[in-house]
């Protein structure tokens, strides 16, 4: 299917409202029992939950849900509904008396896209959202485009619509490696067509190259650009939390090779890193296991890749109280 779906056990589900001032969403990736994880911010802008948590010096292996949302930090919020979810399900770190879940989330920032700056996601859809996810069957298609957490998503300043992608890739040794992506960038897809280029163009000295110059112009260039594209990459592979944070790391690389520019002051670049363990990587040696993850790791960074150019391409365009959002889509080659 080229989904994250197509990773076994992997669920995802989305919530989001839109009109009357709204516009956001959540999405929610839920893995199986006992998936470890980790992830990598590398934005300069970021707004995350419990992402310390997922450090490999940490107590903590296991994730029970990652939570994407809108709303920028305040729709972190959403997190504690998919928390609450969790608990209820009984998934989470055992301690004396229950369980904690341990669900990390990242959030873009969407607020007043809508018309309404106080319209962002809420703890109850964060929990819609994990229960939709749960109620989903074993390889279900993945919405796309304007939903969940990419409802209010946009690229390139402010001017066009962003939103869902996914994309995944088997390896001949049957591991299977999905990602899905939310993207809501500063920058513009490589190799597009775009009609923000302004006349000139910046100059690289050395290498005597030049690229075009996005414009000023769009919704957000009175308040500045505030932007983040957020990933989820799982694999039935199986990884320690270390492997998932190298796997978390060299995946920002289809960030770079997708969107111009990425990673910037201003983006909150985050990728997350499920894997569930369901097949073992050759490990007889040292030089197997070194090909094992250098393969994963670098077909990780290209489904990524096309996972952000699917958000694109998936998205439509819509109208608010806040303003017209066109699609980018048409425009790719």
């Known amino acids: 299917m080229g989904a994250l779906t197509d990773v076994p056990g992997i669920r995802v589900g989305h919530v989001q409202k839109a009109g009357d001032g709204w516009l956001t969403g959540v999405t929610v990736v839920l893995p199986p029992r006992g998936t470890v994880g980790s992830v990598e911010v590398q934005g300069g802008g970021p707004a995350t939950h419990e992402t310390d948590a997922l450090d490999p010096t940490t107590l903590v292996q296991q994730v029970d849900a990652v939570v994407l949302t809108g709303g920028s930090a305040y729709g972190l919020a959403s997190a504690a509904g998919a928390q609450r979810w969790c608990e209820e399900d009984g998934r989470g770190f055992a301690v004396s008396g229950g369980v904690v879940p341990i669900v990390p989330a990242a959030a873009i920032f969407d607020l007043g896209r809508g018309g309404d700056f106080s319209a962002r996601p809420t703890p109850d859809m964060g929990y819609a959202a994990t229960a939709a996810a749960a109620a989903r069957p074993e390889g279900h298609v993945v919405e796309r485009g304007n939903v969940g957490a990419g409802t209010g998503a946009l690229i390139g300043r402010g001017q066009f619509k962003g ?3 996914t994309a995944s890739a088997t390896l001949e040794n049957g591991v299977v490696v999905g ?3 939310i993207v809501n960038a500063l920058g513009l897809p490589f190799g597009t067509t775009t009609q923000l280029a302004e006349p000139g163009s910046v100059r690289l000295s050395e290498e005597r190259a030049s690229t075009p110059r996005a414009s000023a112009g769009g919704a957000e260039a009175s308040q500045g650009p505030l932007n983040t594209t957020l990933i989820v990459v799982a694999t039935n592979a199986m990884l320690d939390v270390a492997e998932c944070r190298r796997t978390a790391a060299a995946s920002h690389a289809g960030i770079a090779r997708a969107l111009n520019p990425s990673h910037t002051l201003a983006d909150g670049d985050t990728v997350f890193c499920l894997a569930t363990g369901a097949s073992a990587l050759d490990r007889s040696d ?3 296991r070194q090909l094992s993850l ?3 790791q670098s077909t990780a960074a290209d489904v990524v890749r096309l996972a952000i150019l699917d958000g694109v ?10 303003g017209h ?9």
């Open 179 to 181: 990602a899905l992506a």
């Open 286 to 288: 040292e030089a197997a």
């Open 313 to 322: 391409a998936s998205a439509e365009p819509v109208s608010t109280q806040a």
């Open 325 to 333: 959002y066109g699609a980018y889509g048409g425009q790719m080659r």
């Open 163 to 165: 939103g869902v992608g």
């Open 294 to 296: 250098v393969t994963l």
